[in-house]
């Protein structure tokens, strides 16, 4: 049973940073893609960012490109999504999840979510 751990959200100022870890557990994750979306009250969820298992392709909106970096440790099956230069409007409940799809894009093609984490950027 795959199951995917979020951490790392807060309550932070605009400007600042945090960074989002997300770890894998229950399965084998060397044909997956790793990804992270966020959902603000009232929206859909949308796509922030995503990276293949191996770290060698990485994929980002264009409302956070610039700003966040996706990385891997294989090591510790675990993604982390640095966000610099928070602004207010990056405030969401933010969700890790893992796909074997080449549609990193979309969410409907993830399998397996975490619980997810609160991001709160005041002005």
């Known amino acids: 049973q795959v199951q995917l751990v979020e951490s790392g959200g807060g309550l932070v100022q605009a400007g600042a940073s945090l960074r989002l870890s997300c770890a894998a557990s229950?399965?084998?994750?060397?044909?997956?893609?790793m990804g992270w979306f966020r959902q603000a009250p009232g929206k859909e969820r949308v796509f922030v960012a995503a990276?293949?298992?191996?770290?060698?392709?990485?994929y980002y909106a264009d409302s956070v490109k610039g700003r966040f970096t996706i990385s891997i440790d294989n090591a510790k099956n675990t993604v982390y999504l640095q966000m610099n230069n928070l602004k207010p409007e990056d405030t969401a409940v933010y969700y890790c999840?893992?796909?074997?799809?080449?549609?990193?894009?979309?969410?409907?093609?993830?399998?397996?979510w975490g619980q997810g984490t609160q991001v709160t950027v005041s002005s």
């Open positions: 999840a893992a796909t074997r799809s080449r549609l990193v894009r979309l969410s409907g093609v993830y399998d397996y």
């Open positions: 990276i293949t298992w191996s770290g060698s392709s990485s």
């Open positions: 229950g399965g084998t994750f060397s044909s997956v893609a």
